[in-house]
């Protein structure tokens, strides 16, 4: 995928930058694809500092317009799924600097889906601009930390690369076992 967006970054270098942004809105619209593979192109094709930059615009105004979009489409059908995670129904029914908080403290957990914080934030009283700034400053740690490693793993040799794959694998084997 990230071999793909570069290709495309580099036919449209003019546009390589609302490209970015498009996907990235796409990818927080849906909700369940990860963006990883949209920062590690935008470090790859645009450096790490700018790379990073359009990143965290992209999450940013994708994430926005998830909100609204969830707000006014999807209200009352998802707030009835988001009744079984006990921590996001906290957040529908929290208001301002409650809500603000759990925001920026879901979004800096690694592992809690960006989807489902934007799906919960929606259908809950938190006012649009709130959401926004909590979102983005959550977002930006995160997004440090997915844009240090992809420049990391580039910057890996061949036999890097060879030993991250193998640790993957053999980690992937591990909790799949745990789960069985």
């Known amino acids: 995928m990230v071999d793909s ?24 619209v849906l909700g369940i694809v990860p963006s990883v593979f949209i ?28 909100f609204l979009l969830y707000r006014n489409g999807f ?3 998802v707030e009835k799924k988001l009744d079984t995670y006990p921590k996001v129904k906290r957040l529908i029914d929290a208001e301002n600097i409650e809500a603000f908080y759990l925001v920026l403290a879901l979004r800096l957990i690694p592992f809690v889906p960006s989807g489902l914080i934007t799906f919960a934030a929606a259908v809950g009283r938190i006012s649009f601009p709130v959401f926004i700034a909590a979102s983005s400053l959550g977002k930006l740690p995160a997004l440090f930390i997915e844009a240090y490693a992809v420049n990391a793993v580039n910057n890996f040799g061949w036999q890097g690369k060879l030993i991250l794959a193998l640790a993957a694998l053999v980690l992937l084997y591990w909790v799949l076992s745990k789960k069985k």
């Not at 790859?44 to 994708?62: D, H, Q, R, T, Y």
């Open 5 to 28: 967006l570069l290709q495309l970054f580099k036919e449209h270098q003019d546009l390589a930058i609302v490209i970015s942004i498009c996907i990235s809105i796409i990818v927080a």
């Open 39 to 66: 920062t590690a192109a935008n470090i790859l094709f645009f450096g790490f500092w700018n790379g990073m930059f359009i990143s965290f615009l992209g999450e940013a105004i994708g994430a926005g317009i998830a």
């Open 75 to 77: 209200k009352k059908t």
